[in-house]
């Protein structure tokens, strides 16, 4: 056997290793070959839940800057050569009576029955590019939810994965949504205060579809957690509501 066909016969045998490998470890390895797929789903993930403005919303996010807020309003101001002020008028949100406690923890949401802790970060736009970069933080508090506490809707968005799929950046934060049942906790955490909520339902529904149209919590304070389904694909997409309860 001369060295061209020693070679061939190499080639052969490292592609049946190749492939015997990833037939033998496809439930370990496939994530790799999603990742394509992951990418894509910002595609339309991206809709407006919420119905309040989230210009009126502008004292509540905390990673908002207010004096960056007012210098840009006086701003305004000097070139318009106008001395009424530029911020919009809030609507009358009606508030909630609910107990909270104080946590060490600071702008989170945990969720015990599926093992998940994950930062919230409150986007200041919704445009998908800006998302895309908070979603790789953590969890992302819709802008225009209201605050735990006020009669209205809180819209908390995360990735779902492929089962196997790396705990790189918070890609999959959200993936097992689909094993709450109604009455199990979540925790949200914000300004060190603690928000408890529990599960009251768990829905599929169709890509684009408004998730006001199914809040059963009329006069309360709704938590939508929201994520593509099945996890890694874009064809639908699973949202878990929950209501904000005493402790």
């Known amino acids: 056997m001369d060295n061209k ?87 009358p949100v009606k508030e909630v009576v609910v107990k909270y406690t104080y946590t060490d923890n600071e702008n989170t949401i945990e969720i015990p029955k599926i093992k998940i802790t994950a930062p919230i970060i409150f986007s200041q736009s919704t445009e998908k590019q800006s998302m895309l970069k908070d979603l790789d933080k953590g969890v992302v508090y819709y802008p225009g939810s209201v605050y735990p506490g006020q009669v209205g809707q809180i819209v908390i968005l995360g990735h779902s994965a492929p089962p196997n799929w790396p705990h790189i950046k918070h890609d999959w934060v959200f993936s097992e949504l689909n094993s709450l049942s109604v009455g199990d906790i979540i925790n949200i955490d914000i300004n060190h205060k603690r928000y408890v909520y529990k599960v009251k339902q768990k829905t599929i529904i169709q890509k684009g579809q408004d998730t006001s149209s199914i809040v059963t919590i009329k006069d309360g304070n709704s938590l939508m957690l929201v994520s593509c389904w099945p996890p890694g694909k874009n064809y639908l997409r699973i949202a878990v509501e929950a209501e904000l309860v005493s402790q």
């Open 5 to 91: 066909e020693k070679l061939k016969l190499i080639k052969i045998l490292i592609a049946i290793y190749i492939a015997s490998f990833l037939i033998i470890n496809w439930n370990d390895v496939s994530w790799v070959f999603n990742y394509q797929a992951m990418s894509g789903l910002v595609s339309d993930f991206f809709n407006p839940y919420p119905t309040t403005d989230a210009s009126f919303m502008v004292n509540f996010y905390p990673n908002h800057s207010q004096d960056t807020f007012v210098a840009q309003e006086e701003d305004q101001v000097i070139q318009d050569q106008v001395i009424t002020p530029t911020t919009p008028t809030p609507a």
